[in-house]
C-alpha cells in the first residue's frame, strides 16, 4: 500500500475523471449505489426539510433523490462537468439550485437544518476537514440534521478513509453534535448526527 496524500484532491482530480467517464463511479447503474441511496434517504429522521445542503453533489443522482425530502436543496460541487448534467437531471425540481464551491475554501453564507456529506470527505487532508467541520457546525441550525456516508474501503489516491471522516465527526460529540443513529455495511457506513 503506498502512504495516504496529505494533501486534498483539487478540482482538476475530478474534472479529469468525468472528461474520462461521465459517471466515473457508476452512480446512474450500478445496484451498491441505489442500494445505499436508499439507505441514505431511509435515515433522514424528517419527511421534510426547510434548508439542506448537499456537499459533493456530483451528477446528480442523489441529490434528485434527496429534492423530495427538501423544501429547498442546494447541490455544491468542485467540477463544473458534474454539475452540468446534475442541472440536466433536476431540471424539473424547483427546489433544487446549484454551485460551484470547493469546501472549505468556501461555503455557502446560509443557515440549513440538514447537511448532507456524502462520499467526499475523504478528499479533503485533515486540515480541510478540520475546516469543514468547523463550517458544518457553524451553518447547521440547533437541532439540524448532519448525515455522513462513506465508502469504507482503501483507496490509493484518497487523502483519508471513510472511517477517518467518521471518526473525527464522532469526536465532536457530546458537545457539539448528538449521534443518532450509525450503520455500517460491508462497503460504507452512514452516521445521523444532530447538532446541539
Not at 115 to 134: H, N, R
Request: proline share 6%; net charge negative.
Amino acid at each position: 500500500m503506498n502512504p495516504l496524500q496529505s494533501d486534498s484532491l483539487p478540482p482538476s482530480y475530478f474534472d479529469k475523471l468525468y472528461t474520462e467517464n461521465p459517471d466515473p463511479w457508476n452512480f446512474e447503474t450500478s445496484e451498491y449505489e441505489a442500494n445505499k441511496y436508499a439507505a441514505t434517504i431511509a435515515a433522514l429522521p424528517q419527511d421534510s426539510y426547510e434548508s439542506t445542503l448537499e456537499i459533493g453533489g456530483s451528477i446528480g443522482v442523489l441529490t434528485e433523490k434527496l429534492a423530495s425530502k427538501c423544501n429547498s436543496l442546494l447541490s455544491i460541487d468542485v467540477s463544473q462537468i458534474a454539475q452540468d448534467k446534475a442541472i440536466k437531471r433536476c431540471q424539473q425540481l424547483a427546489q433544487v439550485r446549484f454551485q460551484i464551491m470547493r469546501v472549505p475554501e468556501q461555503f455557502p453564507e446560509e443557515m440549513f437544518d440538514l447537511i448532507l456529506v456524502s462520499e467526499v470527505g475523504y478528499y479533503w487532508g485533515w486540515e480541510d476537514m478540520k475546516k469543514a467541520q468547523q463550517q458544518i457546525l457553524q451553518y447547521l441550525k440547533p437541532g439540524g440534521h448532519l448525515l455522513l456516508v462513506h465508502w469504507t474501503l482503501y483507496a490509493r489516491d484518497y487523502p483519508l478513509s471513510g472511517d477517518e471522516v467518521h471518526e473525527s465527526f464522532m469526536k465532536l460529540t457530546p458537545n457539539q453534535l448528538q449521534h443518532l443513529k450509525g450503520q455500517r455495511e460491508e462497503q460504507y457506513r452512514l452516521d445521523l448526527f444532530e447538532r446541539v
